[in-house]
């Protein structure tokens, strides 16, 4: 057994981020359309410092990358200003992206069955 008691600031750390977390997915469970909103809101923050980032690196990079650099840079910041500016329209287009990713799958998987049989027979 582990004989060394762990510090007590360190046990305090746990037990406050597991209080934290229990809150956290308590409010999650109970509002999951606000959770949504708030998890495209917070990513297209990120975004945002994304698109800057971008942007600086093509402002310091070689001249042969720097017009691209600097366009998707651009092109990040309008989007991530576009998804702050609409979350709830963003969260739909998430949504609908998702729901045609899965049925072009269903597709693929419905046409490549009878031909996988095909192909091993």
Known sequence: MYSQKSPGWLRA???????????????????????????????????????????IVGIFSPRKFRCSSIGLGVLVLIFAAIAMSYPVAAAITIIIFIGIAFLINGIARIIEGPLLEIYLS
Request: aromatic residues 14%; proline residues 2%; negative net charge.
């Open 13 to 55: 750390a746990q037990i406050g981020l597991g209080v934290l977390t229990i809150a956290l997915s308590i409010f999650a469970l109970s509002f999951p359309g606000v959770t949504y909103i708030s998890v495209v809101w917070v990513l297209a923050i990120i975004l945002f410092f994304v698109g800057i980032e971008q942007i």
